[in-house]
């Protein structure tokens, strides 16, 4: 991250390079953003996940999962489906675990729920967040009939309002 007085100086530099009859460097390459996909797969199986705010989702849908619509609160979504031979995945029960904490705490277990909805399943928990605090969510499911588990660690941090 650059600050201030460095922005400067290397604006400077460059400045006394191009008078002096020095080409001018070429323009930095902007930084991409990280983006997790949201899924991992593993042994004809995935797993879809998603971390957001609760006031992100509709107020009928934290209602209706007993989630308070607050903008400290997290949501965490989990679905595991079968890739299956025509090319449609088909949403699977599975066996869904994970943890929260903060960068330099205790793991704390999520407590999931399933919801059944139009024939699929997914899992959901809910937990506290902190203004700018980072925090690392370890989430495995292990679809029926498997004994191998989908993993992922991932780490956010959220602007709480």
Request: charged fraction near 20%; aromatic fraction near 4%; charge should be negative.
């Amino acid at each position: 991250m650059r600050t201030p007085l460095r922005a400067a100086a290397a604006c400077s530099v460059a400045i006394l390079l191009v008078a002096c009859g020095a080409e001018a460097p070429p323009a930095p390459v902007p930084a991409r953003d990280f983006g997790d996909p949201g899924v991992v797969t593993g042994s004809g199986y995935e797993m879809r996940y998603a971390a957001l705010q609760a006031t992100l989702l509709p107020a009928e849908v934290t209602a209706t999962y007993g989630i308070p619509q607050r903008s400290d609160r997290l949501v965490v979504n989990v679905s595991v489906l079968e890739r299956r031979g025509d090319g449609l995945p088909a949403a699977v029960q599975a066996e869904v675990e994970g943890t929260w904490r903060a960068l330099a705490g205790e793991p704390v277990p999520l407590e999931f729920r399933a919801i059944t909805a139009g024939g699929s399943v997914s899992y959901v928990a809910d937990a506290p967040l902190r203004d700018r605090e980072p925090i690392v969510l370890e989430l495995s499911a292990t679809p029926d009939g498997s004994t191998l588990p989908l993993r992922t660690r991932l780490t956010r941090r959220f602007d709480v309002d």
